[in-house]
Nanobody, 116 residues
Framework: QVQLVESGGGSVTPGGSIRLSCMAS????????MSWVRQAPGKGLEWVSS????????KTLDSVKGRFTISRDNAENRLYLQMDNLRVEDTAMYYC???WGKGGARGPGTQVTVTT
């Protein structure tokens, strides 16, 4: 079955950077679009970014555009999210998800905290 394991989260000050990684197994990773979604405390699940199977096309939430970059390594079955110039409002649990959008299977998540 689909298995997704996120890593790389942590605590940073505003303006800092974090790179999230997601290890995928149990499905044909290179044939699937993949996404990152997040959930802030007390809020619903929010889509962040999606990427086509070959990595040639992506879409990103307007509020993180220019700061977050999604990428993938199909040889390693890994999905990445490079997050730069982080803001306090980016604080959330981040999940990688199978497919395009926020409806697919997700991993357990990794916490990102941006605090002064």
């Amino acid at each position: 079955q689909v298995q997704l394991v996120e890593s790389g989260g942590g605590s940073v000050t505003p303006g800092g950077s974090i790179r999230l990684s997601c290890m995928a197994s149990g499905f044909d990773f290179r044939s699937n679009a993949m996404s990152w979604v997040r959930q802030a405390p007390g809020k619903g699940l929010e889509w962040v970014s999606s990427l086509t199977p070959d990595g040639s096309y992506s879409k990103t939430l307007d509020s993180v555009k220019g700061r977050f970059t999604i990428s993938r390594d199909n040889a390693e079955n890994r999905l990445y999210l490079q997050m730069d110039n982080l803001r306090v409002e980016d604080t959330a649990m981040y999940y990688c998800a199978e497919g395009w959008g926020k409806g697919g299977a997700r991993g357990p998540g990794t916490q990102v905290t941006v605090t002064t």
